[in-house]
């Protein structure tokens, strides 16, 4: 009988990105039992909402996540704007749903990139977050940012599409679309992907149900839920989507899931831009919005996001509350654990897809005497690699941008 | 928008006192007010009986002498039912749902550390979100709860040595 050894992963390990500390108790190489302990990053931004008007709440609210940012600004606004009655233009929504939908994408290659490395396929990495650019320049031509987008106020969008744009957004999608066939390839015929993911992290549907799995952690598991198509709320109504689920309950039907994904909301990016309606951009808001209380709920890349936001007459919120998905669906880590392997660990806890943020833009001083550029940067590998290693890669032309 | 809503029939055939309780903001958004005394037998009704068994969310509220709670429960069809019931702050204790949802239990920590309110029979686990070494008796999201009482009743210096 081999001796029970608590191994403790986190609150820093090189195989967790953001802090989150996971005691697993190990029966040999087996998992008996596994105890999380989260809050590390907990910033009382429920508290600070109280004491801030909604103007200034809306920005510090899209801080709560580097990644799905857009998913909580929008999600808390639909909450406000509902108790606030506003009506919002239909334009504003179809460029809500268009940037919701970007970060979708962004969200779910740097997932694929992720989950590529935890089972030592670096390649695949390397690829993903490349073709990852593509969107993340998109959105920093649209909105200025790459994240933290700041594109929602109360009652509309600030910004607009242009025509130029468009055909900058249609042009990505066309370039993302082959590759994410691709991926689509190797996560379905590659045998070691789908070796190393089947049957690891068994999640079943009623136990989904039962801890609250949400978004594709949920739909890999047969619950085919998805908010944009069960509230139908922004620009979603006006769309013709599928929701994309699996029978396997494992981390291989997590990731066809999210791979299913990207196709879809490559689709319905093209069909909002081709249905962009012409109206105003926003309805004027109060500042100060009457008393009531609304739930919204939003299909942020992870899951269903869900605010809470109670009005008081004032300026200021009475309560401001949120649930990220990722804590619905952490707590399914253990139940995905049960007589798993340690090694299957880390890429268990990898495939729901815990929210980290990656806000660092690419300006970096070499030697503390220059600054470079992305471009710059960009050069400097390619010469790099062409000299040290003999590799061309100025072939290669992913950019959207001449 | 009137109150003719399935939901609403079918929890007033069972409960006829509870019908008057109910506001229905939308098709997908109900709202109710329950005393605790009668929650947790509302609760398994909604489980079983309206197949209500999704646990989104538990919102505490510190209203005025109470301290209420929304449970905000959803259906696999797209409802929420917004179940609010209230305790007074001089009895500040619950009961667990997590029998019943076991979702529950981050969010049922969440109540404990920022509205310092007890929950029954919780499962043993870590402490959350707050850290280890915050001090006794504070508790955040209280109105009354501002940063300077971190002043006089400082965060532990040395938290509990893991290797010890």
């Known amino acids: 009988m081999p001796k029970k050894l608590v191994i403790p992963i986190g609150p820093q390990h090189p195989a967790l990105k953001e802090p989150a500390s996971f005691d697993v108790t190990l029966q040999g190489e087996k998992v008996e039992n596994i105890l999380v302990k989260l809050g590390y990053n907990h910033r009382g931004i429920e508290k600070a909402c109280e004491s801030k008007p909604y103007l200034h709440d809306l920005y510090l609210i899209e801080r709560v996540c580097g990644i799905c940012s857009h998913s909580h600004a929008t999600c808390f606004l639909q909450a406000v704007e509902e108790i606030a009655g506003l009506n919002v233009p239909m334009r504003a929504k179809y460029i809500r749903s268009i940037i919701g939908e970007m970060e979708r994408i962004h969200s779910h290659l740097l997932w694929l990139g992720v989950a590529a490395h935890e089972i030592g396929f670096d390649t695949l990495l390397m690829y993903t977050w490349r073709d990852r650019e593509v969107i993340m320049d998109l959105l920093a031509i649209l909105t200025g940012n790459r994240v933290n987008y700041a594109v929602n106020i109360l009652g509309g969008v600030r910004k607009d599409i242009s025509d130029e744009e468009k055909g900058q957004i249609l042009k990505a999608m066309d370039i993302l679309e082959e590759r994410t066939k691709y991926y689509a390839h190797v996560a379905t015929e590659e045998i070691t992907i789908k070796k190393r993911l089947s049957k690891v992290g068994y999640l079943s549907p009623d136990d989904a149900v039962k801890m609250g799995a949400v978004g594709p952690t949920g739909r890999a598991s047969k619950i085919t839920r998805d908010i944009r198509a069960e509230e139908k709320y922004a620009a979603y109504g006006e769309v013709d989507f599928k929701v994309i689920s699996d029978d396997n309950c494992d981390v291989y039907g997590r990731a066809l899931v999210r791979v299913g994904e990207l196709m879809q909301s490559y689709s319905i990016i093209r069909q909002l831009i081709k249905k962009l309606p012409d109206t105003p951009l926003k309805v004027p808001a109060p500042l100060k919005i009457p008393a009531g209380e609304a739930v919204s709920r939003y299909e942020a890349p992870r899951g269903e996001d869900v605010h809470y936001v109670r009005a008081n007459g004032t300026d200021k919120p009475e309560r401001v509350k949120l649930r990220a998905p990722t804590l619905a669906n952490v707590q399914s880590v253990a139940t995905m654990l049960q007589k798993g392997y340690l090694a299957d660990v880390t890429i268990v806890i990898a495939a729901i897809d815990p929210c980290f943020s990656c806000t660092d833009r690419m300006i970096v001083a070499v030697n503390g005497k220059s600054e470079m550029t992305w471009k710059q940067l960009r050069q400097h590998s390619i010469d790099w690699y062409k000299k040290n290693r003999g590799v061309d890669f100025t072939k290669i032309k992913l950019g959207i941008r001449s | ?164």
């Not at chain 2, 079918?10 to 997908?28: D, T």
């Not at chain 2, 109710?32 to 989104?56: H, Q, W």
């Not at chain 2, 979100?129 to 009482?149: F, I, S």
């Open chain 2, 1 to 164: 928008m009137e109150n003719n809503h399935p939901i609403v029939e079918r929890i007033a055939a069972k409960y006829p006192e509870l019908a008057g309780n109910i506001k229905v903001q939308s098709q997908n958004r109900l709202w109710m007010k329950i005393p605790y005394s009668d929650f947790r037998k509302f609760l398994e009704f909604a489980v079983t009986g309206l197949k209500i068994n999704v646990f989104c969310m538990l919102t505490g509220l510190d209203d005025k002498e109470n301290f209420s709670f929304i449970y905000h429960m959803a259906d696999l069809n797209g409802l929420i039912l917004n179940i609010e019931t209230s305790v007074p702050k001089t009895n500040a204790s619950i009961v667990t749902i997590t029998d019943m949802y076991p979702a529950a239990e981050l969010q049922e920590r969440e109540i404990t550390d920022l509205f310092g309110v007890a929950i029954e029979g919780l499962p043993e686990g870590h402490r959350y979100p707050l850290p280890d070494n915050w001090p006794e008796g504070e508790y955040p999201l209280r109105k009354d709860w501002t940063q300077d009482r971190l002043n006089k009743n400082p965060l532990k210096e040395k938290t509990e040595d893991c290797n010890a």
